[in-house]
T-cell receptor, first 113, second 111 residues
Framework: GAVVSQHPSWVICKSGTSVKIECRSL??????MFWYRQFPKQSLMLMAT?????????EQGVEKDKFLINHASLTLSTLTVTSAHPEDSSFYIC?????????FGSGTRLTVV | LAKTTQPISMDSYEGQEVNITCSHN???????ITWYQQFPSQGPRFIIQ???TKVTNEVASLFIPADRKSSTLSLPRVSLSDTAVYYC????????????FGKGTRLSVIA
């Protein structure tokens, strides 16, 4: 079945630094990938839709200059959290649609200290 | 995308059958109903998908009445490892529209 690989699985960074999260579709091509954020005890919130070769589409309230998305190939999308602050600490999850439906990555736990 | 409503939480003892019902009154003709399971600090995992009537796989059954305004996920003989959050989603089965998650149902299985 379709597999989406997400790295790193967890990261701790200092406030003010940037962190890059990678999302790869391993056995299928994904022209579109999705990025979600999940706070403790809450549901997944869609942040943006990543489109290969074009600009990402951000949901209302998500700062595009803070959460940079790059989808340079059909199998890789990256989310960069720039100038991270403690309030950006969260669980970030990517998703892509394969032939059998939507598949999710294993998530990245970001902790900003 | 159709909005879904599920119970916030449910408790069950091991070995019992658990039924989680989801309401989706505004489901569109093209929409499928899909259930995902999520464990803490993991991405959601696909459980089952259906359009109408009944669908069964190795882990669950999905019951959808004729009007499709609701659906019920049935987990037979749950174990402690079934403790998770279960999400019901409705949406098209083609194209690249993102899945929009509701609050989900937190199932706690007790020994």
């Amino acid at each position: 079945g379709a597999v989406v690989s997400q790295h790193p699985s967890w990261v701790i960074c200092k406030s003010g630094t940037s962190v890059k999260i990678e999302c790869r579709s391993l056995d299928f091509q994904a022209t579109t990938m999705f990025w979600y954020r999940q706070f403790p005890k809450q549901s997944l919130m869609l942040m943006a839709t990543s489109n290969e070769g074009s600009k990402a589409t951000y949901e209302q309230g998500v700062e595009k200059d803070k959460f940079l998305i790059n989808h340079a190939s059909l199998t890789l999308s990256t989310l960069t959290v720039t100038s991270a602050h403690p309030e950006d600490s969260s669980f970030y999850i990517c998703s892509a649609r394969g032939l059998s439906g939507y598949t999710f990555g294993s998530g990245t736990r970001l902790t900003v200290v | 995308l159709a909005k879904t409503t599920q119970p916030i939480s449910m408790d069950s003892y091991e070995g019992q059958e658990v039924n989680i019902t989801c309401s989706h009154n505004n489901i569109a003709t093209n929409d499928y109903i899909t259930w995902y399971q999520q464990f803490p600090s993991q991405g959601p995992r696909f459980i089952i998908q259906g359009y109408k009537t009944k669908v069964t796989n190795e882990v669950a059954s999905l019951f959808i009445p004729a009007d499709r305004k609701s659906s019920t996920l049935s987990l037979p003989r749950v174990s402690l490892s079934d403790t998770a959050v279960y999400y019901c989603l409705v949406g098209g089965n083609s194209g690249n529209t993102p899945l929009v998650f509701g609050k989900g149902t937190r199932l706690s299985v007790i020994a």
